[in-house]
């Protein structure tokens, strides 16, 4: 017989623990919400472009109009998730790259796309469902078709990169509250910055999918180092190699993902220097394989720009033609966006600075923090490893008023998840000082996306943020930072369905 009531100085049931479906509802109900605000937007914006590219592509009064009035044509109401870049990879996916600076977009979004698109027309052929008829954009249009492709691609990527860091999560961190720090570290990579640019046809998505997928697989190899399973962790940092890789041809930033590679090539040699004997060669092997695969995602595009661009070599070849080490991706940045050292740094651009400086803030901060002392990071909420020493054991245990560590996991060697999150730092503090000194700044809303270490050090203190029995504080940076990041997703929506600034 089942007692009715729980007996005297037994403890409650554990509070069922939020995981993977509660990560699934938000995540339906944060794009539900920012699909209803680009939805409700008044008009169609200044610009043309969305209206012009859902336009038959004939001479005639009605293409004239909608080049001199956005007005002219309406714009369908999904229409308005294609803005800015969302337009440059919806066209590249129909046609390809024709135009020099249309190479500065990632041929790996593009190449998904069309490669989605052609699964759809095949699936549609099938079924006896043909493209309309006739020039015009129909119901099942090539167009269309891509655009779907395009929506469908970057929603699946982000719910995907979503789960898979919960995952990750899980995998470095230990303790009771292991399950709270993903849980929490997989919502603000959710609710990140990037907010609309998760939802609309860009390629954010896919890149941060690819790069928390070579984060796990890299994190599974340093798993397997610490087991002394050789074979096993060679194989898997060749394949955190391949999707870091990937990752490359969709956003070029990616290739800063191979700084772990390097720094563990350093790593072993220096070991083995140390005890005087010779690296182990299929260490170093797999190693560099691996960065060669993340540095194949940058040279594969450039390689295929040059042989259009460059050759056969003529007198009215392009300046980029003749460089030493010719990149049409540099060369577009440059020329047409006037990325360079400083060249953002102007007074007109001060708003702009101060719209990145939470964010910059943030992963410049976390990356320190991962970089220089991940073990110990405050009294109520202290990262250690899974063996600590008996004296802090036995302080812990008699001391009542703060909640419980969160651990990094532990292998043999404890130090296995410090290391996993000292290396995935590096590539986030590279890209954020380039953003500051090189990039648009305002960029760095959307490549936040692709990086985790910041999630990590804001879940942490979120979970720990306050000990049983103590009071709230004023002033609560966690909180106050994500409420930041909601507010700023809102308000982007609704300017980027306008065609407004920034983007």
């Given amino acids: 017989m089942k007692p009715d009531r729980l007996r005297a100085g037994s403890s409650p049931p554990p509070a069922p623990r939020p995981g993977t479906p509660s990560l699934v509802l938000l995540f339906a109900l944060w794009k539900t919400a920012l699909l209803l605000l680009v939805l409700a937007s008044p008009g169609p914006g200044y610009d043309t472009s969305s209206a012009l590219l859902l ?17 002219a044509v309406p714009l369908p109401r999904l229409g308005r998730l294609f803005r800015w870049d969302g337009i440059y990879f919806v066209t590249l996916a129909r046609r390809g790259y024709v135009f020099e600076q249309e190479w500065a977009f990632g041929s790996g979004f593009v190449a998904a796309v069309s490669a989605l698109s052609w699964a759809f027309e095949k699936t549609l052929a099938l079924a006896h469902l043909h493209p309309a008829p006739g020039p015009g954009p129909g119901p099942l249009d090539p167009l269309r078709l891509r655009m779907l492709a395009a929506l469908l691609l970057a929603n699946t990527a982000h719910l995907s990169s979503v789960l898979l860091l919960y995952r990750l999560t899980q995998l470095l961190f230990a303790g009771r509250h292991r399950d709270r720090v993903a849980f929490a570290a997989a919502a603000l990579h959710l609710f990140s910055p990037a907010g609309v640019f998760l ?58 993902n191979g700084m772990p590679f390097g720094y563990d090539v350093l790593v072993t040699v220096r070991e083995a220097s140390g005890a005087r004997r010779v690296a182990p060669l299929t260490r170093l092997a797999a190693l560099g394989l691996g960065a060669a695969l993340v540095g194949l995602g940058m040279l594969i595009p450039q390689s295929i720009a040059f042989h259009h661009f460059c050759r056969p070599a003529t007198p009215t070849a392009r300046p980029w033609c003749a460089a030493t080490t010719p990149s049409i991706y540099t060369w577009v940045q440059t020329e047409y966006w006037n990325v360079g050292f400083l060249r953002y740094w102007k007074i007109s651009n001060l708003p702009l600075f101060l719209l990145a400086a939470p964010m910059l803030a943030i992963m410049l901060a976390s990356a320190v923090w991962a970089i220089r002392r991940p073990l110990a990071h405050r009294p109520t909420i202290s990262l250690h490893a899974s063996h600590p020493p008996a004296r802090t054991r036995a302080r812990a245990l008699s001391t009542t008023h703060h909640p419980a560590p969160i651990e990094l996991a532990a292998g043999p060697h404890h130090d296995f998840a410090t290391r996993c999150v000292r290396r995935l730092a590096m590539p986030q503090l590279v890209v954020a000082l380039l953003a500051l000194s090189i990039y648009h700044v305002q960029v760095i809303t959307r490549l936040s996306s692709g990086y985790m270490t910041w999630s990590w050090w804001l879940a942490i203190m979120m979970v720990g943020e306050r000990a049983p029995g103590q009071r709230r504080r004023r002033w609560n940076a966690p909180r106050a930072t994500f409420r930041w990041m909601f507010i700023y997703s809102v308000v982007q929506a609704a300017l980027f369905a306008a065609f407004l600034p920034p983007a």
């Fill in 199 to 256: 939802l609309a046809p860009y390629s954010e998505s896919l890149f941060s999918l690819l790069t928390v997928l070579g984060s796990y697989l890299y994190a599974r190899s340093l798993r397997s180092h610490e087991r002394d399973h050789a074979r096993a962790r060679d194989a898997w940092v060749v394949v955190a190699g391949l999707a870091f890789g990937l990752a490359t041809m969709v956003r070029s930033n990616g290739v800063l």
């Fill in 55 to 71: 336009t038959p592509p004939t001479p005639g009064r009605q293409r004239q109009a909608v080049a001199a009035s956005p007005a």
